[in-house]
């Protein structure tokens, strides 16, 4: 059974830096690179939407409110994606969400990102 698993989120000043892990378990390397990795969130009172995306060949695209602030990248020796946030501000507070695509499609738990002074 495929899973993911998101860490890093937390509360942090804004201006400050968080970096999201999402590790996918129940398959192999292999077919873990080729899977498209995402990142999405949910604010409060709001519908989901896209941050970040990384394609299995390493291409990426990112939302316009993220772009030159957030890196998304993969390590696909360690199943794992990332999503690095820098220059937080209290807009991007948020649930965020990983997700994997190819011939399946799956999300994460969940993990709360909190941009507070």
């Known amino acids: 059974q495929v899973r993911l698993v998101e860490s890093g989120g937390g509360l942090v000043q804004p201006g400050g830096s968080l970096r999201l892990s999402c590790v996918a378990s129940?398959?192999?390397?292999?077919?873990?690179?080729?899977?498209?990795m995402g990142w999405y969130r949910q604010a409060p009172g709001k519908q989901r939407e896209l941050v970040a995306t990384i394609t299995s060949s390493g291409g990426t695209n990112y939302a316009a409110s993220v772009k030159g602030r957030f890196t998304i990248s993969r390590d696909n020796a360690k199943n794992t994606a990332y999503l690095q946030m820098n220059s937080l501000t209290p807009e991007d507070t948020a649930v965020y969400y990983c997700n994997a695509g190819f011939r399946s499609e799956y999300w994460g738990q969940g993990n709360q990102v909190t941009v507070s002074s």
């Open positions: 129940g398959m192999s390397s292999m077919i873990f690179k080729l899977y498209a």
